[in-house]
């Protein structure tokens, strides 16, 4: 049978799923239904928003199924009608076994890692923030333990000093993508063979990749300067690392959002302290070694570059970054 005769559940919520679901439809392959977030309010005026991939579904005339929660009945039963021979999942929530072993051929899930190396809801920020040269993608069988079913393929790329986690984001959606419908086909015809994660960790030490919290995006100028450049290359653009701008006389504190920064010279100096020609760069002391950060954001106002931020706020060395 061909990857184009089955028929297929897709599950996924933000644009990196798009770019999956888009191929299997532009690849004619036989979409029969897109389970997704249900629609939440949203921005300053709470309006009702729907997800990336129910504004693609829609546009493309797609059955869309929305459950608040996945092992309802009704859902359930919604699901079972669509006789979906395989589902497909990219960036969607924790399925339940009512749900991933439904179709006869299962379902498969589409990971921003390779696994078994970085399990978990963010792995791209993770391999950024430990430092790791390279990543990928890998889609694996969906088994009862989240991330730990057989991997069916993966496709490995580089990490380069300045990928920040949007720019391999992008990357791996793309790629993903085009993996997600060499897994369809090779599941349709039989042509796979399914690996146990076990067999591959074999001593290896598993890093893991869980969900980030705010605190974890908080920059500790105290660490050496390549750890405080992966922190805020692996939460560029978003989360985004974040600092406190303190007044060394007035004790009055800035918040401030860091996206960009690249190795600087200079002194010996406590973390923290700031080094600004006032016009065109700010350069701040890390435990071991200096950056110059090049994009940043004051709370309440727009994403900057130094420059222009320096505009506007000149007296940046009366300044520690804590």
């Not at 309802?72 to 072993?101: G, H, I, S």
């Not at 790329?157 to 984001?169: Q, S």
């Amino acid at each position: 049978m061909k990857g184009t005769e089955l028929r297929i559940a897709f599950m996924g919520t933000p644009d990196f799923a798009v770019a999956s679901l888009k191929k299997l439809v532009e690849g004619g392959y036989n979409v029969v239904g897109v389970i997704t977030a249900p629609d939440r309010p949203a921005g300053r005026g709470k309006q009702l928003a729907e997800s990336a991939v129910k504004k693609y579904a829609v546009e493309n005339n797609l059955n869309v199924l929305q459950p608040e929660k996945l092992k309802n009945p009704e859902f359930l039963e919604e699901l079972r009608a669509l006789k979906a021979d395989l589902q497909v999942v990219v960036a969607f929530r924790m399925l339940p076994e009512a749900v991933w072993a439904m179709p006869p051929l299962g379902t498969f899930n589409l990971h921003g890692s390779l696994l078994p190396q970085y399990r978990g809801a963010a792995p791209l920020n993770w391999a950024i923030i430990n430092g790791e040269e390279k990543t990928g993608v890998t889609t694996f069988l969906l088994d009862h333990e989240i991330d730990t079913g057989k991997i069916i393929f993966s496709k490995e790329i580089d990490i380069w000093e300045n990928d920040t986690v949007g720019t391999i984001h992008d990357s791996l959606m793309e790629i993903g993508a085009k993996l997600v419908t060499e897994t369809v086909d090779a599941l349709a015809e039989g042509n796979y063979e399914a690996v146990s994660q076990e067999e591959i960790i074999a001593g290896q030490e598993i890093k893991h990749a869980p969900k980030i919290f705010k605190d974890d995006c908080r920059i500790d100028w105290t660490k050496d300067v390549e750890s405080v450049r992966n922190l805020i290359r692996g939460l560029s653009p978003y989360p985004a690392a974040w600092t406190i701008l303190k007044h060394k006389t007035t004790g009055e504190e800035i918040s401030a959002k860091v996206f960009f920064a690249m190795h600087a010279d200079g002194k010996s100096a406590q973390p923290g302290t700031a080094v600004s020609d006032g016009k065109n760069y700010i350069k701040v002391a890390c435990g071991a070694g200096w950056l110059q950060i090049t994009d940043l954001q004051i709370a309440g106002k727009k994403r900057m570059k130094t420059n222009e931020f320096l505009r506007g706020f000149q007296h940046i060395e009366d300044y520690l970054f804590v």
